[in-house]
Structure formats: C-alpha cells, structure tokens
C-alpha cells in the first residue's frame, strides 16, 4: 500500500487513495489495538471462509493495530467462547462479545469498517439520547442481527447493534448473522427479510431502525417505532402547555405549532390516551380498520414534526397568571396559555370476566364496535341517557338488545325511554351483572335478581357497558375551572374556561366520546388559543 497520492492517476483512482489515506491516518490514531479470532472448520474452505481471510486482509494493510489469529473449531478458544459454526470471526473478544456468523462481504464491509473503528476507540459513539436510554438496562441482552451482503440497509442496523455492545460489553453481546452463510439460523428465527434484529430471542426491528428507536426497542425488548427525546431543561418557556397526549391533545399540539405557537405537549402515560387500549378503530376517516397502537404511532408520528412532547410526565399543578405556570413531576412549564385535553374514562363493572374479556365481547362503546355484533345478542348495561341512547343506537343497527338495570326505573329522560318501549326493546329490570364468562368471547353472564336474590346464566355475544365516566377533572377543579351538572369542564363553546388564558378539548368536556370528536376538538382549541393570544379576549373586556 502506497503512502502518498499518484497525481497522474485518474480522478475516481485519485479519490479512493486519498481515502485510503484518511482510513490509514484514523487507525494509526486508535487508541487501542484490534484483536481478529477466526475460527473456521479443519479442512473446509467454503467462500466465506475465503471471503473473510480476504476482507481481514484488505483491512490489515490498512494498520498494523488489526491482527488476526485463526483457529480449528476444536480448538480450545472455540470451547471457550462458544464456538460451533464455521467461519466465525471474533471482534476484539478481549473486551467485547461481538461475532460475525459468515464474512463481511458486499453492503457488510460497510458496517466492518465501523465496528473496527468504533472497537479500535473503545467508544461507542451513541447519541446522547441513546445513552440515556441504554443506562436503564440491568440485565443481559443477546442481540442477533440478521443481514446479508447484498441489503443496502443492514448496515445501518448492523451498526447500531455493535454501538450497544460497544456501549455496554457488560451486559450486551452481539451475533451478526449473515443469512447465506447461516441458511438454518435465519431459518429458524424466520428471518427472510433482512435486516432483523433480536435480542434474547425476541424480534425488536424489523427492517433498518433509527439508532434511538433500536436502542429503545433493546431496552424494552420489544419492537418500538417512535423515539420522544428526553429534555433535561428544568423551566421551559412557551406559548401553550397542552395537558393530555390523547388525540384531542395531539392535535391541538399540531394545529397550534402551525399556527407559530411555541407548545409542549405533556402525558404522563402512554401516548395516544384510550386510542392506545383500543384494539381495532372502523370508524376514524382514512382507515377502513386500523389497529388503536398503530394509530397511535402515526398520530405521534405526525405531532412530532412539530410539537415537542414530555411523556412520562404528570402535570401536578397549574396556577393562573401571567405567566401561567405549570408544575409537573419533572420541571416547571411558564405559559401564555393552557389547554386541558386531559380525557376521560369509562366506568366499570368491576366484575370477574369484564378486564379479561374487554375487546373479547365486553364494550364501552357501541358506536365503536356495535356493527361487529349485527344479527347477534348482547346487553347493555345501565340506566342513563348513554345507556338508553345506545341501546337504540344498537337496535338501530340490527342488533338484538336487551337493557340490563340494577333499580326499577330508568334515569333517562322520559322521550327516551318512551323509544325502548315502542321498539319492544326488552329490559331486565333490577338485575345486576356478577360475573361475565367466556373462554376466547363473551359467552354468558351470570345475573343477580335485586328484588328475589336469585342467579341465573343468561346467554349473549356481547356486554356493553354505559354507566358513566369519570373526566379527569381534579386539576381542573383545584384551579377553579367551572365543573359542568355531568363533572365536565365548561366552557363558553370555544373551549374557553371561566379562567383566562385557560382552555379545554376533547373527552374532558363531555359530548361525544369518539377520537374524530376529540380531534376536533383539540383543532378548535388550538385556533382559538391563537386569535386570542394575538388579542387577548380578557383584556378587552373592560
Ligand atoms: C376501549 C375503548 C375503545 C374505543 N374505541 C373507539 C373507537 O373505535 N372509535 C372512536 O372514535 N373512539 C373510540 N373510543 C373513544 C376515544 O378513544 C376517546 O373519545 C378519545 O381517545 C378521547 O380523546 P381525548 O384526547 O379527549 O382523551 P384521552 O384519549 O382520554 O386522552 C387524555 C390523556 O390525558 C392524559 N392526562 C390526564 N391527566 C393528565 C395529567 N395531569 N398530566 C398529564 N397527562 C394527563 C391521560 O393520561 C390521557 O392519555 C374508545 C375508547 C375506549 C376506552
């Protein structure tokens, strides 16, 4: 190899030798030395055995640092590091668990080139957000990452693998897996398509990940999809602070970074609020059928662009001013404006059956899921206008309804009860629920007669369950937000509170409970935060 560049080569020539260069000049300042074991079978010299000696070869000219030893696989080394399949290359084993099943050919020289630069530094290179991340993991995690010589987007995950074992050889060791080479293996984990990454056995990515997204999903073990950056920033100044993550809250969250508001978006538990629990949506316009998590991410996904959310973080407390000031578990929010898309939720029966089978038959919503029980039989529990309106909302849609009522009289308005007669709606009268059976579905509940005491089986497809919500009021309340007859927040159909400056959207208000209405509302909020911090309503009152 050649120290200095021949001016008369052509341009392309030119270039490569410069680089060449470059890659010298970067190994020569690597701290540490890189230590290459091979371990192939006595006697079987297959292409990748070859291809390995040829790729290491290459790399060696580059620097005196990279050795490498060869071994038979009955070799005690290969007894001690676990060796079976031949060709096996050990990276610095010294101080990492990272072994290549194959050769670094084609695409993967790419991602060899970065594992001995990254092992030759001793550092993993990881972004800041990444490390925070991969700071939580306290146990083992064996990562196999499944590529190919040929697939232009291993690489990229290939690396963000060896960045982990880099990061932390104390707990992470790293398989590369090279399919042709290891046709059984890849068979075994159904790994046709490559890159796919596993760690202990799991699937965590499919395809190439962003690097925080794969660190993610090695901590969690389980495949994530979206990455929220942590912020360290103990007071954070802005325009609005959106309270709740749901779809009312993400939306306001767009609509107001749109319009040139500074907003936050803060959730204390998983994005999405109760889109994320809901297994299947028909009826969020776009999506014939789309699975609650995977509308979830792509709501997230959208918001991201513009909004900056806190999740994980439980706003504590709010205190009107100017600014406004928002306290969470984390830091301090000082706000022009504050948006309450804090939610609600269902109440339950809280009977043996119902948390097990909620999806399997049991129901809070029959707008949601109703047409998946046309031309079969379920009840609906409960006494109030909602228990009555969508009983005749199922009746409506083909259902066979009956209403199941623990007292002898309903507490709906009379216009509505008046329907459940004239459609031969049938009710069970003082009747409670005490149990809901099924193995995979809702088969049969067990009722209790109020009035006799008696039990008896009642045979239906489906429960669902309309005896109110519970909005998540109580911040609300401890600011002096005006609390509507039902426990919602009110406001001046603006979504103006009774405090200046402080607003509300979504599930929270009450209304119709769907995610296309509370992404509506969240919309409205947000456009009429803006009109009125560029003319502030409550000043010109006086
Ligand atoms: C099982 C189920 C199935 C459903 N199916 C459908 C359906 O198929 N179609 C449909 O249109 N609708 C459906 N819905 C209703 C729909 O999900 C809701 O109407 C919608 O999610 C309401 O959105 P939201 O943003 O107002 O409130 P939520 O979704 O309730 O979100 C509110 C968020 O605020 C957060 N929050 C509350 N207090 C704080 C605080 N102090 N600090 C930080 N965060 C806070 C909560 O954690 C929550 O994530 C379903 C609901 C359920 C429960």
């Not at 890189?34 to 292409?47: N, P, Q, S, V």
């Not at 031969?424 to 193995?439: S, Y």
């Not at 008696?454 to 005006?482: H, M, Q, R, W």
Request: with cysteine; aromatic share 8%; net charge negative.
């Amino acid at each position: 190899m050649q120290d200095t560049i021949d001016t008369d080569a052509p341009q392309s020539e030119m270039a490569s030798q410069a680089y060449l260069k470059q890659l010298k000049a970067t190994f020569e300042q690597l701290p540490n030395d890189i230590a290459l074991y091979l371990f192939t079978a006595k006697g079987h010299e297959d292409a990748f055995t070859h291809g390995n000696r040829q790729v290491v070869r290459a790399f060696r000219e580059l620097s005196a640092r990279i050795t490498l030893r060869e071994f038979d696989l009955d070799h005690e080394l290969a007894k001690k590091y676990n060796i079976t399949s031949s060709p096996t290359l050990l990276i610095a084993p010294e101080r990492y668990s990272i072994r290549w099943l194959g050769a670094p050919l084609g695409e993967e020289a790419r991602t060899f080139l970065e594992i001995l630069i990254l092992v030759g530094l001793g550092q993993s290179h990881l972004s800041d957000q990444s490390l925070n991340v991969i700071k939580k993991i306290d146990s083992p995690r064996n990562i196999k990452v499944f590529v190919s010589p040929t697939c232009p987007y291993c690489p990229q995950q290939a690396v963000n693998a060896v960045k982990a074992a880099v990061e932390m050889p104390e707990y992470i060791s790293l398989e590369i897996v090279d399919i042709q080479s290891q046709p059984e293996l890849a068979l075994q984990y159904a790994a046709q398509s490559v890159p796919q990454a596993f760690a202990n056995d799991v699937l965590i990515g499919q395809g190439a990940q962003p690097e925080e997204v794969f660190i993610l999903s090695l901590q969690k073990l389980e495949p994530q999809t979206i990455f929220i950056p942590d912020s360290d920033a103990e007071l954070v100044e802005t325009d609005l602070v959106v309270i709740g993550g749901g779809p009312a809250g993400l939306t306001a969250g767009i609509y107001a970074v749109r319009s040139g508001l500074r907003t936050a978006v803060v959730e204390r538990e998983a994005l999405g609020g109760q889109v994320a629990t809901t297994p299947i949506v028909e009826n969020y316009p776009g999506f014939t059928s789309v699975g609650g998590k995977t509308l979830v991410d792509i709501m997230v996904s959208h918001a991201l662009q513009y909004v900056q959310i806190f999740q994980g973080e439980a706003v504590v407390d709010v205190q009107a001013g100017n600014p406004i000031s928002v306290l969470t578990n984390r830091r301090k929010f000082l706000t022009k404006a504050v948006l309450f898309a804090t939610g609600a939720t269902h109440r339950h029966l809280g009977v043996p059956g119902e948390s097990r089978l909620s999806g399997r038959g049991v129901s809070y919503c029959s707008t949601c899921d109703g047409p998946l029980f046309r031309g079969k039989k379920v009840v609906m529990v409960g006494g109030g206008n909602s228990a009555v309106t969508e009983a005749l909302h199922l009746f409506h849609m083909g259902v066979d309804v009956t209403l199941i009522h623990r007292r002898d009289k309903l507490r709906a308005q009379e216009f509505l009860a008046k329907q459940l007669v004239d459609n031969n709606i049938p009710v069970l009268w003082n009747t409670e629920i005490k149990e809901i059976r099924g193995e995979k579905r809702v088969e049969e509940i067990l009722l209790k007669n109020q009035k006799t005491g008696e039990t008896s089986p009642f045979k239906t497809d489906g429960v669902f369950i309309a005896i109110g919500y519970t909005p998540a009021v109580e911040l609300a309340k401890k600011l002096g937000l005006e609390i509507n007859a039902d426990g919602y927040i009110k406001h001046d159909g603006r979504h103006r509170t009774n405090v200046p400056g402080i607003y509300s959207g979504g599930d929270v208000e009450g209304g119709y409970k769907q995610i296309v209405t509370a992404s509506g509302q969240g919309a409205e909020a947000a456009m009429t935060i803006f009109e009125d911090l560029i003319n502030p309503y409550w000043l010109n009152e006086n």
